[in-house]
């Protein structure tokens, strides 16, 4: 597969992901806004609208500005590595895991631009996690299961595309 047929199916496969983000976030904002939980599983699993003005866990209140220039960064530094990642069945999978946290990044970063902050709606009550979203679904679980493919699957010289080259050095004798 060329390079540019797969930049493509990641950029359509990361904006169904947002488009579907969003749609649920519209559905929290419809279906949940100033209205009381809606309980899924007692004592276990609701659903409860959160307007979250922070990043990840609630950290850094009210730091908007600051939190889309880190979120435009980080996207950066995602298409560098897809663009970078090599043309193999090996690394398609890293291609949709990359996708997903970026879409996830996306959709968030639309709600602080739209909203000012970040719809969250899914609350486990039983071990009182933080309220969070789809889109923190997909940066999470893609970021858990890039992790193991780090540590179980790839070889350190499957990843030697993400160093740097090194430039040539002259031996002084």
């Keep these: 597969m060329k390079k540019y047929i797969m930049i493509i199916i990641d950029i359509v496969l990361a904006i169904l992901l947002v488009l579907f983000d969003q749609f649920t976030k519209y559905l929290a904002i419809a279906n949940l806004k100033q209205k009381a939980a809606y309980t899924v599983i007692d004592k276990v699993f609701e659903l409860q ?68 902050y970040v719809v969250d709606f899914f609350s486990f009550i039983l071990i009182n996690f933080p309220v969070f979203n789809v889109a923190d679904c997909y940066i999470v679980v893609a970021t858990i299961v890039l992790f193991f493919l780090f540590v179980f699957y790839y070889s350190e010289a499957d990843l030697d595309f993400l160093k740097l080259k090194a430039s040539k050095t002259r031996e002084i004798k």
């Design 49 to 116: 609208y959160l307007e979250n003005r922070g990043s990840a866990f609630g950290i850094l209140q009210n730091q908007k500005m600051f939190i889309l220039f880190v979120g435009v960064v980080f996207m950066a530094v995602i298409c560098y590595f897809m663009i970078r990642l090599p043309m193999k069945n090996k690394f398609i999978i890293l291609h949709v895991l990359l996708s997903f946290i970026f879409a996830g990044g996306v959709g968030n970063m639309i709600d602080r631009i739209r909203y000012d």
